[in-house]
């Protein structure tokens, strides 16, 4: 006979989620940079930061480590992970060619219900703009963008698709503050919904693939920045 005590669904719920609430919370501290790039990542420290047991902290180390957030070696630890230039633009190669096929899909089969939705979150972005809130913005950012690729309904789309991106995240937001993504990224968003509003699958591709062009042109800026502010020291 098992005396093992029997889960209610919602302490399951709790123990499923949980390690996803701490992945989420750990990418958070890199985006804050709260975690440095090249940091050793202390799971005791995290796991009483949370108020969790080591458990859970460490489910979402490994799934960081699948996301390319963080690196594992062997007798060391976990450390946070930056990827070089070169593999950025790798990833930009693919990210460049399905966010072709996102925007010729959705302009096929978007509806009212999601238009109004990405409409609302260009609102929101404007009013983080206008607050000079660049942390902000770019939280609504890769929520856009994410809304994007589940509004065409192909989780094996949506799966890749974050996956790619969320190596990228903190070139993303560095080509926000440094690269001028912040002054003109929202202008390309709206560009990207009036095409998808069009229902014209080609010129939503066109669009689209450009805003990730543009994405990738801004990353290289502020990666020159950095690099000839480092050489001027």
Do not use: W
Not at 90 to 99: T, V
Not at 206 to 216: F, K, Y
């Amino acid at each position: 006979m098992n005396d093992s005590p029997t889960l209610t669904p919602l302490q399951m719920l709790q123990a499923n989620s949980l390690p996803s609430l701490v992945q989420a919370e750990i990418e958070q501290m890199i985006l804050r940079s709260e975690l440095a790039v090249g940091a050793r990542v202390n799971e005791s420290d995290l796991a009483t930061r949370f108020g969790t047991s080591r458990g859970p902290v460490r489910e979402a180390l490994r799934a960081l480590e699948e996301c390319g957030l963080v690196r594992s070696e062997k007798n060391r630890g976990v450390f946070v992970r930056e990827i070089s230039l070169a593999e950025a633009d790798e990833i930009y190669d693919l990210r460049e060619a399905l966010d072709e096929m996102i925007g010729r899909r959705l302009a096929l089969q978007i509806t009212a219900p999601q238009l109004k939705a990405l409409n609302v979150l260009l609102d929101e972005m404007d009013d983080a703009m206008a607050g000079k809130d660049i942390k902000r913005y770019h939280g609504l950012n890769l929520e856009f963008h994410d809304a994007l690729v589940d509004f065409v309904g192909n989780s094996r789309l949506s799966e890749t698709y974050r996956r790619l991106t969320k190596e990228l995240l903190l070139f993303r937001l560095r080509a926000l503050e440094e690269g001028g993504g912040f002054a003109v990224s929202n202008a390309e968003h709206k560009t990207i919904i009036k095409a998808i509003a069009s229902r014209d699958a080609d010129k939503a591709g066109r669009v689209l693939r450009a805003h990730a062009a543009d994405s990738r042109a801004r990353m290289h800026k502020a990666a020159d920045k950095a690099f000839m502010g480092s050489a001027s020291k």
